[in-house]
């Protein structure tokens, strides 16, 4: 990342550490204070490390430009960045690329997605081994992608058939990987059953007591399946992936399936909160529709959005609390980044998929509680003047992003 390379139209803010400090310990308060104490040590890491953790305030900092208030509005996810792309498995059983992280979907103008996904190259070109002149390619190419899906009108998917480059690789890799290996990363085998491994890494302990909490939740939930007994609990712990939504009431649950060792399941069980890009939303102003829950805003929108539905994935409540319940899959990964370094390339191509599934997921869920349709979307990404605007938009966000980070570091907040 170059800090010196500002926007020319707009003038960088002055940040209070302190007040920047009480903004993110209101946004996590009531989490698992272990797993938040996970999340902050991330966040120390790097400024693309930061941004992925600290959403709201990003969209806090947001300005109020023409090329951001007055694009149409779409269905967002609301927390794009280069890793929160990746595999998952469709209904059909195949293996898509896609976005894959909706905790924050909004409906918003479109471009807002796109600023973020190209600030986070920006922030990430360190780790991705790219010079600040090939991170200026990257962010065209990605930009590109975005306009000409758009300028198409027709939402297309990335399957092992048509992917290239990259992101070929990788569902090529997922499409032959198993549920025994799979099973066997997470959990450890002790004659023929099975307990989630408690590394500290992917996986913490649970008390007696949200063990007890769990199983009673997934005795009714079973209830209401065709097979019942697929959802019968073997183990429990609570569950640490991501970055931004780390520390939120999240457990990783074994489940019978198809029977021990190795057709049993991983279900995730994990708490929505409300979108961190509301009090923007606000302001601009864009009213949101009403939802049952959170859980619900996150289902509706992934389903929407994505090429093909996941296979398993569905709002419950647990304890009172809104959440998503989905299956865990081999065929679930990311493109790693560090195999990108140093091959501009495939950076090229891969921030050019990237720009167009953003553009495809919009076109998809067109004309949906308030979105624009596909023609106002056609219409806008014929104006010239835009993509320049967003690129130099994004480079500000990234430099805001740079100076949050060192407010961070002079002021990290308590994990209470």
Known sequence: MNPKSTSPFIDLPTLNPEAQKKHLEDRNAGRDPERLAIKYAKMRSSPFVFLRGACSLYYDALPDLPCLSKAPLAWCCGDLHFENLGSYPGWDGQAYFDLNDFDEAVLAPCTWDLIRLLSSLICGADALKAKPEEIDQVVQECLLGY??????????????????????????????????????????????????????????????????????????????????????????????????????????????????????????????????????????????????????????????????????????????HSCVLRRLHPSEDRVAIARWGSHLDHLLGVARTMGQLSAWDQLRASGRQGSAIADDLMAFAENPEWPQALAQAAAYMANVTQLQWAAFLEAPPRVK
């Open 147 to 320: 306009r000409d899906a758009l300028l198409k009108g027709k939402p297309l998917a990335v399957d092992k058939g048509n992917a290239k480059g990259m992101i070929k690789s990788l569902l090529e890799e997922v499409a032959e990987r198993n549920r025994a290996d799979f099973l066997d990363r997470r959990t450890k085998l002790i004659k023929d059953h099975r307990q989630i491994k408690l590394d500290g890494l992917k996986a913490l302990p649970v008390s007696p007591e949200e063990r007890a909490e769990v199983e009673a939740f997934m005795a009714v939930f079973a209830q209401t399946q065709k097979d019942p007994h697929f959802f019968e609990v073997i183990d429990v712990a609570r569950r640490i992936a991501g970055t931004g939504s780390l520390g939120l009431m999240r457990y990783v649950i074994l489940v019978r399936g198809k029977g021990s060792p190795n057709g049993n399941y991983l279900l995730d069980l994990k708490a929505a909160q409300s979108s961190a890009l509301n009090a923007r939303l606000t302001q601009v102003p864009v009213s949101q529709p009403h939802w049952a829950n959170e859980a619900s805003r996150v289902v509706a929108v992934q389903n929407r959005m994505q090429a093909s539905d996941n296979r398993f994935i569905t709002a419950v409540e647990f304890q009172g």
